[in-house]
């Protein structure tokens, strides 16, 4: 069975730091390229950074780039976003994605396998 399980995530206070996971089971990540997207209560579900299948190429939107990281370990099949400086506009749910032919895609529709969503709530 294909499925993806996020942890990691949690309350913090501004200026800390969270690490997400997202591991897979039933495929190998190995071959896939990998986004995290994160939705706030009211908005659309946004691109936070991408990672390419091969690890060389990576995104960060403008709005976390310089904050977050994104890494794969392909020993553990496992995903990360490393988000540090964290502040209050960070608060949302966070979903990692995985696509094998499309790479840092905003459309939803091309990604063929979710997480169930980690909530990361930044407040003091």
């Known amino acids: 069975q294909v499925q993806l399980v996020e942890s990691g995530g949690g309350l913090v206070q501004p200026g800390g730091s969270l690490r997400l996971s997202c591991a897979a089971s039933?495929?190998?990540?190995?071959?896939?390229?990998i986004t995290w997207f994160r939705q706030a209560p009211g908005k659309e579900r946004d691109k936070v950074a991408c990672i390419s299948n091969s690890g060389t190429s990576t995104y960060y939107a403008d709005s976390v780039k310089g904050r977050f990281t994104i890494s794969r370990d392909k020993a553990e099949n496992t995903m990360y976003l490393q988000m540090d400086s964290l502040k209050p506009e960070d608060t949302a749910v966070y979903f990692c994605?995985?696509?094998?032919?499309?790479?840092?895609?905003?459309?939803?529709?091309?990604?063929?396998?979710w997480g169930q969503g980690t909530q990361v709530t930044v407040s003091s």
């Open positions: 039933g495929f190998s990540l190995e071959y896939y390229h």
């Open positions: 994605a995985t696509s094998k032919y499309y790479y840092c895609v905003d459309n939803t529709q091309q990604y063929a396998a």
